[in-house]
C-alpha cells in the first residue's frame, strides 16, 4: 500500500534504488512511475503487454548493450513473432483479459471437441450429460461456482470434453484458483494435443502464478499450432 500512496503522489525518488540517484532524468523517473501505476491497474485489459512495455523502456534505458528482452528475461525475438500471429483468444490470454476469455469460449461452443462424440454420451448416465447441460447454462449465465460444480460432476462421471476443461479452467482464474486453472488446461490439452486454445488458457494461468517465462513460451506454441493449423 504504501508504494501505492508512493505511486500516485509521483513520489519516484522515494521508489528507486538509492544506488541509481544520478542515473535518470526527473522525466525519466516520471515515465516509469506512469508504467508502474499502468500495470499494477485493476482490470487486466487496462494494463499493458509486455511487448508495450519493452517498448516504452527502450528509450529510457541507458545501458545500451544490455538490451530490454535480456534485462526482462525474455528469449529473444520471442515477443516479436509471437505478436504478429496471435489470435484474439492468445491476445487475450496474454492480457490476462477473463472476460474477453468467457465470451470467446461461449462463442465458440464445443466445435473444437472434434473427434468426440456427444452422441456416444446419451447411450450413458443421463444424469452425467444432464450436469453438463447445467454447467453450460450456469457458464452462459457468468454463474461460475455454480459451473464449477456441474463440470466437475460431468468430469467425475468420467466424460472427456477438452471444452469443458477449458470452461472450468476459466471459471476458476475468475475465483484467483491460478493452479487448479492450469491443470484443466493442462487435462484440455491431453485430450487435444493440437488445440491452441488449451496452450492459451495455460499461459493464462501461468501469468496469474508469476510464471511469466513460461507463459510466453506456452503462448509461442499456441501460436505455432494455430499458423500450422491454418497454413
Not at 27 to 33: H, I, K, P, Q, R
Not at 51 to 58: C, E, G, I, Q
Not at 202 to 225: N, P, R, V
Request: hydrophobic letters at 40%; one cysteine or more.
Amino acid at each position: 500500500m504504501q508504494a501505492l500512496d508512493l505511486i500516485r503522489g509521483k513520489n519516484f525518488l522515494m521508489l528507486m534504488d538509492s544506488c541509481l540517484e544520478g542515473h535518470f532524468s526527473n522525466d525519466d523517473g516520471t515515465e516509469l512511475v506512469r508504467l508502474a501505476s499502468r500495470c499494477l491497474q485493476y482490470e487486466p485489459r487496462e494494463r499493458p503487454n509486455v511487448k508495450s512495455l519493452v517498448t516504452a523502456l527502450t528509450p529510457i534505458q541507458k545501458e545500451t548493450e544490455v538490451p530490454s528482452h535480456v534485462l526482462m528475461g525474455i528469449p529473444h525475438g520471442t515477443l516479436s513473432s509471437q505478436q504478429k500471429i496471435l489470435t484474439p483468444l492468445g491476445e487475450a490470454c496474454s492480457r490476462m483479459d477473463l472476460t474477453a476469455i468467457h465470451e470467446m469460449l461461449e462463442k465458440n461452443g464445443y466445435k473444437d471437441d472434434e473427434g468426440l462424440s456427444f452422441q456416444m454420451w446419451t447411450d450413458q448416465i443421463q444424469e452425467t450429460l444432464n450436469s453438463k447441460k447445467r454447467g453450460d447454462t450456469a457458464f452462459r449465465a457468468k454463474e461460475f461456482e455454480t459451473a464449477i460444480e456441474c463440470y466437475t460432476h460431468f468430469i467425475g462421471g468420467m466424460m472427456v470434453s477438452p471444452t469443458v476443461f477449458a470452461r472450468r479452467c476459466l471459471c476458476y482464474m475468475l475465483f484467483d484458483m491460478p493452479q487448479e486453472a492450469l491443470g484443466d488446461a493442462m487435462q484440455a490439452q491431453v485430450i487435444s494435443p493440437e488445440w491452441p486454445t488449451a496452450f492459451y488458457l495455460q499461459a493464462a494461468a501461468l501469468f496469474s502464478l508469476g510464471m511469466d517465462k513460461d507463459a510466453l513460451e506456452t503462448l509461442k506454441d499456441g501460436t505455432d499450432l494455430e499458423a500450422r493449423k491454418h497454413s
